[in-house]
């Protein structure tokens, strides 16, 4: 049986507001636990000094107000669990240090990755950086056996210094941990960002860190030796990734999203020489300094299986000040795009090394430098495409209008990007391939295949609406149905899915991006960001990520296509809508609500499709809940899924017309909302929800919390 029960101040709670407040120090260590009236969760404040072992369990909501020091204890917090931080500045400003000789273990997951944001972002405010202080980590690996020690106290608070004892200590763990809206400057040069560490040791996991909107770095680290595996950073405002005083760790898989005006996305000063492998930087928007700052004299660094993408022709990508360390730096394997390869390695005006650091470049195994999109030839495509066709990536393709392949196989290389022109109507720019055509989509973590807006491309802010979308119609549209459902493509007649074919493949889709898309054709005739009509399960979707589309992120008609690792955000309509007796199975989907729509999951049309690893995050309102059984006949098999619904609109799981219940089963689902009671809603018109929730009570390994 799922077990259930509403989120209330118990006595547990009450206990540990107890234990916190015994802690003493600072502000005075506290903790007192209140229901957040916006979402009914219960929020527990923290403040001052933590030193007894400590956990924050992912039923609460953590708020830190001021500096929170945990001295000489472990803090544990649960996969899942949020912290907020108060917003404030100078002695006001909330952040949280982990000193020397305690320990954080953070140990979140895919699913339940454990999120530190702003209490202004949490209470419904816009995302922005500076809206508390961020996450600091004091080590013990300073300096270790250094002659001459570089790693001073920590520049905002001198109360804390790092040791110099043990090159592999650990500080504990920090894994699939999101660090969000942060950064704070105490007063110039003594800034918060979004992740400090000041000398931790090899011993610490960080691993699969996440920092967005910093209002300074995204990760800063003062010398020691931890190293930093399959992190991502960008929207940070100084430097996205910025190395000091002796860092010596390795770093791996390290992803680089310039989106803003910032200063370098890697800094490296003060004797510095880390290892930089599989790094993917791509840099947007002007850095003042560089993709790559090699900062005053004695740095050096090493690149191996490295991207550098520099879309800005702001006349350096990799610069230099002072005297570099040349025997201790080394390329291989590094790919450097950009506009203008000339100025590739550029001196900073009072003079560098970039000649020095350029000779080694050109030194290394499997260097290469070529031009990036900024500087690539736009190509037009418009009307059908009827021969097998390649879009290479030293090419921006351009679709003018409806562009449709027929009866041929269109490959799209990694690291292509195809943009649409704005229009609307029959001046709409979409691509769709039709039944018995092929698209060979076939990206990769490092080099994605873009689909995107000329708007955008150009260098417009990105938006919905900016495009049409990708299509795809498939040959198994009610396969041996006797109640056929799948019609004509709603936005133009012409293509009809086929019907013989369960297994049919329309090629593939891995590693795709498809942004600012979503176009009102007519009423309820709208192109999504990614359409598939009877598609197949011999076509293969996997890791495809649309953001900000005008109607659907998603819509699947019909068909048997799967759909693994896809990624969906900051569409107007439906996240993901399945309809007509689509029976796929979706794998661990990842759903993120941060704007007003419709649903997160809409079903409709007889379907049933089977979700799995499906984690939903519901962070604005959706009128028609997280996931909406719509009209009559919709089933549904969850496993292994979370749904978390931080919004208090009434409607969790949302149902109109008779649900086919012998179709539908939860195993091993959790409900997370603010009232546990609204988990299941009828329409005012009526629907299924109380059945709904008695096959959910059935199940094995559900709960509501």
Not at 5 to 31: F, P, Q
Request: net charge negative.
């Amino acid at each position: 049986m799922a077990t259930k029960s509403r989120t209330v101040l118990i006595a547990l709670n009450a206990l540990m507001a107890l234990s916190l407040t015994a802690c003493g120090g600072g502000g005075g260590g506290g903790s007192a636990a209140t229901n957040d009236t916006n979402t009914g969760t219960t929020l527990s404040t923290l403040a001052g000094d933590i030193t007894t072992d400590t956990t924050l369990t992912a039923d609460t909501v953590w708020e830190l107000d001021g500096l929170v020091a945990v001295k000489g204890a472990t803090l544990t917090i649960e996969p899942g669990t949020t912290i907020i931080g108060k917003s404030g500045t100078g002695a006001n400003t909330s952040y949280l240090v982990i000193d020397k000789d305690a320990d954080i273990i953070a140990e979140g997951t895919a699913a339940e990755p454990i999120i530190f944001t702003s209490k202004t972002a949490y209470d419904g405010g816009a995302e922005a950086p500076g809206q508390w202080g961020g996450l600091t980590i004091i080590g013990n690996a300073a300096d270790v056996g250094s002659a001459t020690p570089q790693v001073e106290p920590y520049e905002v608070d001198t109360q804390f210094v790092a040791g110099t004892t043990d090159a592999a200590d650990s500080s504990g763990i920090l894994r699939y941990v999101e660090i969000l809206n942060s950064g704070i400057t105490m007063e110039q040069d003594k800034e918060i960002n979004g992740l400090s560490m000041v000398g931790v040791g090899s011993g610490t996991i960080v691993d699969h860190v996440t920092v967005k909107r910093s209002d300074d770095d995204c990760i800063e680290i003062w010398g020691g030796t931890v190293n930093v595996s399959n992190a991502t950073v960008e929207y940070c405002t100084d430097d996205q990734f910025d190395i000091d005083d002796g860092y010596s760790g390795t770093v791996t898989n390290l992803t680089i999203n310039q989106h803003t005006d910032g200063n370098a996305g890697i800094e490296m000063s003060g004797s510095t020489a880390a290892t930089f492998i599989g790094l993917n930087l791509t840099q947007n928007y002007s850095d003042k300094e560089g993709a790559i700052y090699f900062k005053k004299d004695g740095i050096g660094g090493h690149f191996e299986n490295c991207q550098i993408i520099d879309n800005v022709d702001d006349g350096l990508t990799i610069y230099s000040t002072g005297n570099a360390d040349e025997a201790n730096i080394s390329f291989t394997d590094v790919t450097l795009s950009s506009p203008t390869i000339s100025t590739n390695f550029v001196d900073d005006p009072n003079g560098g090394s970039a000649a020095e650091i350029e000779a080694a470049f050109d030194a290394g195994l499997g260097n290469s430098e070529a031009l990036s999109g900024a500087a690539l030839q736009v190509s037009t495509l418009a009307g059908d495409i009827t021969t097998d066709t390649t879009l290479t990536a030293d090419t921006v393709w351009e679709l003018d209008g409806l562009v449709a392949v027929k009866g041929a196989t269109l490959t799209i290389e990694p690291g292509t990007t195809i943009i649409g022109k704005s229009g609307t109507g029959a001046n709409t720019s979409y691509l769709v391939i039709d039944k018995d055509a092929d698209i060979i989509a076939e990206g990769t973590v490092a080099e994605p295949i873009i689909f995107t807006s000329k708007t955008a491309y150009d260098g417009g802010a990105e938006a919905p609406g900016q495009w049409g979308g990708l299509t795809i119609i498939g040959n198994a549209a009610d396969v041996g149905s006797a109640t056929p459902q799948v019609e004509p493509y709603e936005v133009d007649t012409q293509f009809v899915a086929g019907s013989t074919d369960a297994a049919d493949s329309s090629g593939i889709l891995r590693y795709v991006e498809i942004l600012n898309s979503g176009i009102t054709m007519e009423q309820d005739k709208e192109i999504n960001g990614l359409s598939m009509v009877g598609v197949g399960s011999g076509t293969i979707v996997d890791h495809v990520t649309v953001k900000r589309s005008d109607d659907d992120c998603i819509e699947i008609w019909g068909g048997t296509v799967n759909v693994s690792y896809a990624t969906v955000e900051y569409c107007t309509d439906d996240q993901f809508d399945i309809d007509d007796g689509y029976s796929g199975t979706v794998t661990n989907l990842t759903i993120n609500q941060h704007t007003d729509g419709n649903a997160g999951i809409e079903m409709s049309g007889s379907t049933a499709a089977t979700f799995i690893g499906l984690t939903l995050t519901q962070n604005y309102s959706d009128k028609e809940g997280a996931i909406y059984f719509k009209k009559d006949g919709i089933g549904g098999h969850f496993e292994n899924c979370r749904i978390i619904d931080n919004v208090d609109d009434g409607q969790t799981i949302y149902s109109t017309g008779n649900a086919d219940e012998a179709r539908i089963s939860f195993a091993n689902v959790t409900i997370t909302s603010p009232d546990p009671s609204t988990n299941f809603v009828d329409d005012p018109n009526g629907g299924t929800a109380a059945e709904i929730e008695t096959v959910f009570d059935a199940g094995t390994g559900n709960s509501e919390n």
